[in-house]
Structures are given as structure tokens and as C-alpha cells.
């Protein structure tokens, strides 16, 4: 096959040939990897589980170091499920897929339900017997876009393997990393690679980009195949790869403004070019971009033992990775004549403050949190050891909008306290503020008791839950959690534009291959025992991570009770 001819730039930085050449092979290969079968990308996703496995555990220890995590620290356990565990069921997940892609018989295993205002909804976990003691009582659904039905569900789904394999072109997908997650990064590609049919050349961020180490070895068959490259490199190299010659998509994680220097170009020339609605880069782009994430709290009756449970639920959604996540709590939403508000604050105080060791290590925190401050009227700050403390910030409606507008990505929080009728208005309310006040649509979570959800009506909280624009919602749990489960979608609530990007445009992991999701939505019961081992509080989310880890490799009932041991000393 003969590859395009590379046209070069005027001048090239040291660094561009090798950029070149890395493309160059990707395009030489990119319709023989969109022509595989499906069973030679098992076997591949199979090879990877392998090599995964061998690198795992010089993978967490060498992120947790550079995160500033103790060694033995239960905090491990965060860099063992969002690395190599969700990776390695990542492989899992698209395998299952694959294998039942003929006629999409995966699709039969998968109940399917109308929502109260029409829509159709698949729940996609639990679907086998090992999700239902893995995660415990969740239920994780997938909402389509109004339009897909019962009947043409399937004709809406993995649509891109509808024709035969041999008519295939293919692509060169760039994937610009995000520098806090070592999972994005890697399944980001597996989506370009096997939802998309495109080849992928990854760019890590400079933050984290010491996972190349791992990852090279990890995705080494992809990489031998011809399919894969991974480079590192700052911003130059970013914008070098965003416009090649070679490159025909391009999807980020991280922030609008980067998205729209990508668009729009930089500086006064991107502001004019986005003015006159002519972009500077004409690819396709897909993103996700963060915001600020609210947690809606419902009034109801709540005992002691409910605060407690859900002040470590909330301090989990906040400083998850210290903070450092694009669905991080940063807007808590309160109602203000209810009896249990104070409490929950101050038991969320609390568990801030036994929360084990960790600084704030990612670039910008101590200026991000300082531009938090300054547009406060008042500050509190929820002491934690071996970091800087929770910036938490009372504000009020109609004050200055920077802090329903800029994400902190940092341990900072607001609460916004909302009249509280009863619990139907509050709620309508506080999902309408979410909507009209707070930037962005990426993910929102939602808690309330299960007799507040039978005094509103099963039935009108799902269209409450169905009017709540958000690409992902978590119910009595956190939306971070959809992201981890990988079967469901991750990304924005459709329908941002290039010069509205808000939190980003399209989706990724999505497993099942759903042509046209609208969101993702996670409901857990009210208080989950044993303690998730994702909780901040959890005392052996280490030992629960690694374990998770090897079961995903090797999925065995013999390997259950040590999981479910360590979860329940947790």
C-alpha cells in the first residue's frame, strides 16, 4: 500500500521527523486495522489483558509515587481501578461485544425498557452474574435520544460494522491524553480503534506522561500491529499533530480553551476567527470537557447513620484523585430550611479531615484555588492532612457567576442552598438551577432517600431525573462511577457546538457500540454495604484494587471471597 505524501511545514521543530514518520506508518496501516475481523481483534484484546497484567503493579507504584500517595496507602486503591483494572476490563468489555457481533446478539442479553416520557432505555449493569457481587445493587441504564425505539434499536446500534469488513477505509485518529486519569488516555484509543475503525496516535500530557512506560509494553499488539503510536511532547507538539496533513480526527480530554485553540487557533486570532464562525481546523473533534459537577440534596428523612454514609459519598465525589477529576463535586446543592443541612456539612468536615494523606499535585492548584477565593464573599476551609485544605464557599444566587462558570479542578467546593417547599418543587428546582446556572453538561449526581422517591412517584422522579441535562447522572452515588463501569456512555449531553463546546462533543467507552445515546444514568440504593471500595474512606481499596484487577484478568468464582473479605473490612 503506498501512504500519502507527507507535505512539510516551513519550518519543522527537532522533533517533527519523528512525528512524521510515527504518522506515516499509521497511514500505511489504517485501512488494513479498519478491515480486521473481529476475531483477530479479540485475539489482540486478549494478547493486551496479558501484557497489562505484567506491568500492573510497576504501573500503580510509579503513579502513586509521582502523585505524592504513600506506599501501602489505601489511596492506591484509586490508581489500581481508574489504571490497569479499568483498562483490563475495557478488553473485557469490547471482547463480549465482538464476539456476539454477528446479528448483534449482544443486544439479547440486555433488558430494555420505555421511559415515562417515551424514551427508550437499556441497562447495561448488571449483566452477569459477577457485575451483580462486584457492584452491588447498581443499575446502570443507558438513555437514548428520542426517535430510537424497541423496533430499531439494533438497526441504531454498531452501525459502523454494518458493512462488510473488507469495504472498510480507514483513519488516523490523535488522542490528546489527559494528565490525571491513567485510564482515559488508553481507552480513549480502544474507542477510536474499535468503535471508530481508526488508527490512533497518542499524545500524553507532559503531567503524566510516564505512563508511556507502562502503556507502550501494555498495548504493545496494537502497536506491533500497526494501529497504535504514542508520543509525548507540550503544547507545540500538540498543535504540530492537530494540524497535519495526516490527521483526520482528533479527540481531547481537558479543557474548552484548549478545545477552542484547536478550532479557533490561539490568542486574538482565535477570538476573531470564532467571531466570524470560520474555523482555523476543519477535522472532526470530539472532546470532553468537564464543568462544574453538582450534587443535588433532596430533602427527607435521614438518619444520623444516612449522613454519615452520604458525607463520605460527597467527600469521595470531591477529592477523588485530590481533586483532580472533571466530574469532581463542585457545586453542592442544599435545601435551606431543612434540618439535616448543617449536619451533613459538618460530618462532611469531618471526614475531610480524617481523609488519609495526599498534596494537591497537579500544575495550577494553589492559582486556581486562590482565583476560587477571590470570588468569594466568605470562605471556610475543611482541613486535610498532608494537602491543602478544601476551599468551601457559601454562595448565593445572582452574586458573581465565576463560580458557577470556571472549573476549580482542585479540593474546592460551593454550596448553594435553595428554598425547600417540599420535595418535588425543591427538587424541579434544583435541577433547573442546574441547567440554566452552572457550566457545563458532563455529569450531575443526585441524593435522595428512597421514601422521598415513593412520595414523589417512581414515575414523575424519572421525568424529573429525564428534564436534568447531563451526559451522565449518578443517583445515591457518583457519576464518576459510570465512567469506571465502561459499558456506559461517558461524555457530554448532546448537542454543544464547536463555538458552544461547553463539556465536549460526542462519547467514548460505550461498549455496547449505541449509535445515538443520550446519557448514561447510575442508581445506586441509598447506603450500599460493604462500603464501595471507591470510597475515600475506604481502608482497603488497595488490596480491593489489586484484587479487582486480577479478577478482571482472569475471571473466577474462586477469587470472589477474597474480594468480598477485604471489601467488607473496608
Not at 496479558?50 to 492506591?76: D, M
Not at 417515551?118 to 457485575?131: E, K, L, R, Y
Request: with cysteine; hydrophobic share 40%; glycine share 8%.
Amino acid at each position: 500500500m503506498v501512504a500519502r505524501a507527507v507535505k512539510t511545514h516551513p519550518v519543522q521543530p527537532e522533533w517533527a521527523a519523528e512525528l512524521d514518520l510515527a504518522l506515516t506508518d499509521l497511514d500505511s496501516k489504517k485501512d488494513d486495522w479498519a478491515q480486521t475481523s473481529n476475531s483477530e481483534r479479540i485475539a489482540l484484546l486478549r494478547k493486551i489483558k496479558e501484557h497489562i497484567r505484567e506491568v500492573a503493579e510497576a504501573w500503580v507504584k510509579t503513579a502513586t509515587r509521582k502523585k505524592g500517595i504513600s506506599t501501602g496507602s489505601s489511596l492506591e486503591g484509586e490508581e489500581w481501578l481508574a489504571g490497569p483494572a479499568a483498562l483490563m476490563d475495557g478488553c473485557n468489555q469490547f471482547i463480549r461485544t465482538l464476539s456476539l457481533m454477528e446479528g448483534k446478539k449482544f443486544l439479547d442479553r440486555l433488558p430494555v425498557r420505555t421511559l415515562p416520557n417515551g424514551q427508550v432505555a437499556v441497562t447495561v449493569v448488571p449483566n452477569s452474574v459477577w457485575d451483580k457481587v462486584l457492584y452491588t445493587g447498581l443499575k446502570a441504564e443507558i438513555w437514548m435520544q428520542p426517535g430510537v425505539t424497541k423496533a430499531n434499536l439494533a438497526a441504531s446500534t454498531a452501525s459502523a460494522y454494518d458493512a462488510p469488513a473488507t469495504s472498510r477505509r480507514g483513519k488516523i485518529g490523535l488522542v490528546l491524553g489527559a494528565g490525571n486519569i491513567a485510564s482515559i488516555a488508553p481507552l480513549d484509543c480502544l474507542h477510536k480503534l474499535l468503535v471508530e475503525h481508526q488508527v490512533v496516535l497518542l499524545k500524553m500530557n507532559p503531567v503524566n506522561d510516564y505512563l508511556i512506560d507502562f502503556l507502550r509494553p501494555a498495548l504493545r499488539p496494537l502497536i506491533e500491529f500497526g494501529a497504535l503510536r504514542i508520543v509525548r511532547g507540550g503544547a507545540d507538539v500538540g498543535a504540530y499533530l492537530c494540524n497535519h496533513d495526516l490527521v483526520d480526527n482528533i479527540h481531547i480530554t481537558g479543557a474548552a480553551t484548549s478545545h477552542d485553540a484547536i478550532v479557533w487557533g490561539p490568542g486574538e486570532e482565535g477570538r476573531k476567527n470564532k467571531a466570524s464562525g470560520t474555523p482555523r481546523n476543519s477535522r472532526r473533534i470530539t472532546s470532553e470537557l468537564g464543568g462544574v459537577a453538582p450534587t443535588i440534596v433532596v430533602p427527607g428523612p435521614w438518619s444520623n447513620a444516612d449522613i454519615t454514609y452520604h458525607a463520605e459519598l460527597i467527600a469521595t465525589q470531591k477529592l477523588n484523585n485530590s481533586g483532580f477529576n472533571c466530574i469532581a463535586c463542585q457545586m453542592l446543592v442544599l435545601p435551606e430550611s431543612w434540618n439535616k443541612s448543617d449536619a451533613l456539612l459538618a460530618a462532611l468536615e469531618k471526614v475531610m479531615q480524617k481523609a488519609p494523606s495526599r498534596p494537591a499535585y497537579y500544575p495550577g492548584a494553589t492559582e486556581r484555588l486562590a482565583a476560587f477565593e477571590a470570588h468569594a464573599d466568605s470562605v471556610q476551609k475543611f482541613e486535610r492532612p498532608g494537602g491543602p485544605a478544601c476551599v468551601v464557599v457559601p454562595f448565593r444566587s445572582g452574586t458573581d457567576t465565576y463560580l458557577e462558570n470556571a472549573e476549580a479542578f482542585a479540593p474546592a467546593l460551593s454550596v448553594m442552598r435553595l428554598p425547600a417547599g417540599n420535595a418535588e418543587s425543591y427538587l424541579r428546582a434544583a435541577v433547573a438551577y442546574a441547567n440554566e446556572k452552572l457550566h457545563g453538561t458532563l455529569a450531575a449526581n443526585i441524593l435522595i432517600h428512597p421514601r422521598t422517591i415513593a412520595e414523589i412517584g417512581r414515575q414523575r422522579f424519572e421525568e424529573i431525573v429525564a428534564e436534568l441535562r447531563y451526559g451522565g447522572i449518578g443517583i445515591n452515588s457518583w457519576s464518576g462511577v459510570l465512567f469506571a463501569l465502561l459499558r456506559p456512555t461517558w461524555g457530554a449531553y448532546p448537542g454543544h457546538t464547536l463555538d458552544d463546546v461547553q463539556s465536549g462533543i460526542g462519547v467514548v467507552h460505550n461498549t455496547y457500540l449505541f449509535d445515538k445515546p443520550e446519557r448514561s444514568v447510575l442508581e445506586a440504593p441509598f447506603r450500599i454495604m460493604p462500603k464501595p471500595a471507591w470510597f475515600l474512606t475506604h481502608k482497603r481499596a488497595h488490596i480491593v484494587g489489586r484484587l479487582i484487577t486480577e479478577f478482571h484478568y482472569r475471571p473466577s468464582v474462586l477469587k470472589l471471597p477474597r474480594i468480598i473479605w477485604n471489601a467488607l473490612l473496608g
